[in-house]
Nanobody
Framework: QVHLVESGGGLVQAGGSLRLSCAAS????????MAWYRQTPGKQREFVAT???????NFGDSVKGRFTISRDNAKNTVYLQMNSLKPEDTGVYYC????????WGQGTQVTVSS
């Protein structure tokens, strides 16, 4: 079992920055990648970014050039640095762990005001 806890969400003005954290606990060694997704009411959950166990990253088209993803293996934590935020970035951001089984965190709300 893997337990994920997100933090760092909040309210920010357009153009601002936030850093989300996802702390993982449990059988971390079984994981081969971590990702962030986001969801707004009435829409499907959208892929934001992913980082593999080797550090390879990939981003959704809507956040490329503005968001970065990183991991601190010693802390079992993945970060999502969000810069140049836009109102359309508003949503609940979920951490996702990929392995033999996949796990979701509980989500953290990000609200970007115009």
């Amino acid at each position: 079992q893997v337990h994920l806890v997100e933090s760092g969400g909040g309210l920010v003005q357009a153009g601002g920055s936030l850093r989300l954290s996802c702390a993982a606990s449990g059988i971390i060694s079984s994981l081969y990648g971590m990702a962030w997704y986001r969801q707004t009411p009435g829409k499907q959950r959208e892929f934001v970014a992913t980082i593999s166990i080797s550090g390879t990253t990939n981003f959704g088209d809507s956040v490329k050039g503005r968001f970065t993803i990183s991991r601190d293996n010693a802390k079992n934590t993945v970060y999502l640095q969000m810069n140049s935020l836009k109102p359309e970035d508003t949503g609940v951001y979920y951490c996702y762990a990929m392995g033999p089984n996949n796990y979701w965190g509980q989500g953290t709300q990000v609200t970007v005001s115009s």
